[in-house]
């Protein structure tokens, strides 16, 4: 059996691996890695692979930067080729970015069954990329694995058949919890200065902004990093600056006298550490508010909506939107100790990658001979 995976950017990675290691245990699968290389530099791409221990792709489309119609129409013309040449009989997509929606829609168009991992998840935000790619994604995809409850309530308001629809937990998390221990060895809290060898490291708060509605605008950008580094005085803000924001900030004057360490973007172990070890994490991504959940680590989210209530439902998320007083008031208060403590998610126990390749088996099992007979 061949099943075909797709990734594309950062938060893909730490997706696939999981599911990646079940399928090369299977013997009798044969499973092609394909990297879009919507992300191709060290700091958002090639660490990760490494971090992880993920296989190097088996094929790089090598897109590249440009606009999201660019984005998805190169990675669908580039992928039909391979998927007419290499001829898989599924395609498995995670997550949400361009190369996920382009994946699933090249596999559909040739009639290649679609499994998307990460299903169901609705901001109800149309203005988010994230949010079309999403709902295009789950209407052309015939196995939908959810990660938390919401995902199956939304698949089902949107009339997609039951036995389509499978709980299956977070394969995010699967990574999380297999990689904790080794980031615990990460040195980057003594490399900043924030902890000296055999002491516990000096409180600080981790800071994440990506999203085109937060960094695009300088002023709202300016507003935030204002709002952020008058939190308290002396308190250390750890901000790895993604590429989009970096670019955003060389047009704004320094931010004086903050507590703001701008680094480069961080590794998966690095980063983990990071989170695991802060006393608050502010952030504007999926994926942190969902692993802080698991770290029991109050995240406060400078949105206002998440595609992943659970974290606010059952973990340490709080949504606070983008006004400066209530981000400075809901981080103190969280300095103060007052903050929800949180649960893990059901389903969120490391084991998701092994229930859903477990269902694919099932599934497909049955209909290969039949799709083998045809072809
Ligand atoms: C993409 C995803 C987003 C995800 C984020 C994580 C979509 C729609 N968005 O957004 O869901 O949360 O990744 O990082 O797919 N760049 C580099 N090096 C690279 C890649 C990009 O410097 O390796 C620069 C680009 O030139 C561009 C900026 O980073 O200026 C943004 O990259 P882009 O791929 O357009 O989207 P992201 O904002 O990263």
Redesign the pocket.
């Known amino acids: 059996m061949k099943i075909l995976s797709i990734v ?4 893909n990675f730490m997706k696939i691996a999981p599911l990646a290691a079940e399928f090369q245990a299977l013997p009798g699968v044969e499973h092609i890695l394909v990297h879009s290389g ?4 060290e ?3 090639g660490s990760f692979f490494r971090d992880l221990g993920l296989p190097r792709p088996d094929i790089n489309l090598e897109v ?5 119609a660019f ?1 998805v129409a190169e990675t669908l013309k580039r992928l039909e080729g391979v998927m007419l040449e290499r001829r898989p009989d599924l395609v498995l997509v995670v ?6 929606m382009a994946g699933a829609l090249a596999a559909a168009k040739l009639c290649i069954p679609v499994a998307h991992v990460e299903a169901g998840l609705r901001s109800f935000d149309a203005t988010m ?2 949010e079309i ?1 999403r709902k295009v994604t789950d209407v052309l995809s015939a196995y939908l694995f959810a990660s938390e409850a919401s995902g199956v309530e939304n698949l089902r308001r949107e009339g997609v058949a039951e036995e389509r629809i499978f709980l299956a937990g977070n394969v995010m998390i699967d990574t999380l919890l297999r990689h904790r221990e080794a980031s615990a060895r990460s040195r980057v809290l003594l490399d900043l200065g924030l902890q000296a060898e055999g002491a516990e490291p000096c409180p600080y708060a981790v800071l994440t902004l ?3 509605a937060n960094v695009d605008d300088p002023a709202m950008l300016e507003r935030l990093l204002r709002a952020v580094s008058s939190i308290r005085p002396g308190l250390a803000v750890v901000f790895p600056v ?3 924001t ?2 955003r900030m060389q047009a704004m004057a320094p931010l004086q006298g903050a507590g703001l360490m701008p680094l480069p ?1 961080q590794g998966y172990l690095d980063f983990l550490h990071l989170m695991d070890r802060a006393s608050l994490v502010l952030t504007d ?3 942190i508010q969902e692993e802080t959940t698991v770290l029991g680590v109050p995240c406060l989210t400078l949105r206002e909506n998440t595609e992943r209530p659970a974290t606010v439902e059952h973990g340490t998320n709080q949504l606070v939107g983008l006004d400066p007083q209530r981000i400075v008031a809901a981080a103190r208060r969280v300095l103060d100790g007052d903050f929800p403590r949180g649960r893990r998610p059901p389903l969120w126990d490391g084991h998701a990658a092994q229930r859903i390749v477990g269902t694919l088996m099932e599934r497909l099992g049955a209909a290969a001979p039949a799709a083998h007979a045809r072809s």
Not at 38 to 41: L, P, S
Not at 64 to 68: A, E, Q, T, V, W
Not at 95 to 100: C, I, L, R
Request: aromatic share 2%; glycine share 16%; hydrophobic share 15%.
């Open positions: 594309g950017a950062r938060p919507q992300h191709y530099d700091a958002l791409s590249g930067s440009g606009s999201h984005q997550g949400d970015v361009n190369a996920t990329p994230e790619n990506h999203r085109p993604h590429p989009r970096r670019e973007p991504s999926g994926g």
